[in-house]
């Protein structure tokens, strides 16, 4: 099969997009969790912004697998030496699930890399989208969306060797702002998806929200990893449901619009996972919050924090005033800025069309 979707691909052009995310809950999405506390109702928020990751397939060396993205060197190998531990071995392990030899993927993300914004799962998510319908196009088998973020997910978890969540590849597959619930029913684990029926509108976004990049990659694993370990170990338990409750409080007012009720939840979110975890907040990091909550705003890091961004919540009148006090934070370190980011309402998308002299 892995020979049909090189062929198909030699004759058409294979592209996949989908957004990044800001979060809320993150951890509750993991089965070491949701599993135990499905009396506390674990839940996750996220909201897609219209900062997409793109990938193209490309013909290449037969029985190799090319991948190249920005912020990182470009690898190439046979398909059946790939290391899966490479710095894009994610890319190359979804690869290796369709065994799609003669490719180059090519990745464009619109994201700073390790922004904590979801990135490698988002692009987990394209390419498996475009090697699906690359697969389907070429007679064999395509994925709809669930099977898709179920797939990423797995091949995710399984190449990172520890639980992983699956918010991100939710987000990315469906876009929009969404509460994911976390539920055990009888045949197993399954996702129930309370979309915001209130539209958060480009307008709505610019008055009500602020996305940050603070300068420096994230290390979610560290963080994720030090929750992981004290949950097993019967540590803060209490807390995370504490956790789900911010969650739900915070959709509750997003859907309503009560942007200072949102604001709180927000706060008490990072006030509880600070307690847990000094270490998710740097120093800037720090200075951000403190200014959302000293304005009567809210403000959380991204994804497990450590680095990367940070989003707020608050009033249009706060917000104004945020947007002067973060930009003026941010100045202190060169790479850090305000992301002009908006919201996405589309998820996955993906285009075929004839290469330039087939089918013309």
């Not at 003026?328 to 330039?356: K, M, N």
Request: hydrophobic share 40%; glycine share 12%; charged share 20%.
């Amino acid at each position: 099969m892995g020979t049909r979707i090189a062929d198909f691909v030699e004759q058409y052009n294979v592209q996949a997009s989908a957004p990044c995310r800001v979060d809320m809950g993150g951890t509750l999405d993991i089965g070491t969790f949701y599993y135990p506390l499905q009396h506390a109702g674990p839940c996750t928020f996220n909201l897609a912004l219209n900062m997409r990751t793109r990938v193209e397939l490309l013909p290449y060396r037969a029985g190799w697998i090319k991948v190249s993205s920005r912020g990182f060197a470009n690898a190439a190998y046979s398909l059946d030496q790939a290391p899966f531990d490479h710095a894009l071995g994610l890319m190359f392990a979804v690869a290796a699930h369709f065994n799609a030899a003669g490719l180059h993927i090519k990745i464009d993300s619109a994201s700073p890399p390790r922004s904590a914004l979801g990135g490698s799962s988002v692009a987990a998510v394209a390419l498996v989208g475009a090697l699906a319908r690359s697969r389907a196009l070429a007679g064999g088998e395509d994925l709809n969306r669930d099977q898709i973020v179920r797939r990423a997910h797995r091949i995710e978890e399984t190449v990172a060797g520890v639980p992983c969540g699956m918010q991100d590849q939710l987000g990315a597959a469906y876009g929009g702002a969404n509460t994911w619930y976390w539920d055990i029913v009888a045949d197993g684990m399954a996702v129930r998806r309370e979309t915001v029926s209130r539209a958060i509108t480009p307008e709505d976004f610019k008055a009500h929200f602020l996305v940050a990049y603070c300068g420096i990659p994230h290390a979610s694993k560290d963080i994720n990893g030090t929750w992981v370990r004290h949950f097993l170990a019967g540590q803060e338990r209490h807390q995370w449901c504490r956790v789900a409750q911010c969650v739900r409080r915070f959709s509750a007012a997003i859907n309503a619009g009560r942007w200072g009720e949102a604001a709180e939840a927000m706060n008490q979110e990072t006030a509880i996972r600070r307690t847990m975890t000094p270490e998710v907040l740097d120093a800037m990091g720090g200075e951000l919050v403190d200014a959302a909550r000293a304005r009567g705003g809210g403000a959380r890091f991204t994804g497990a924090g450590g680095g990367g961004c940070l989003w707020a919540v608050g009033d249009a009148e706060v917000m104004q005033r945020l947007r002067s006090d973060w930009r003026a934070i941010l100045a202190q370190r060169s790479e850090a800025t305000l992301l002009d980011v908006g919201p996405d309402a589309d998820g996955l998308l993906i285009s075929t069309r004839p290469r330039r002299g087939h089918g013309d």
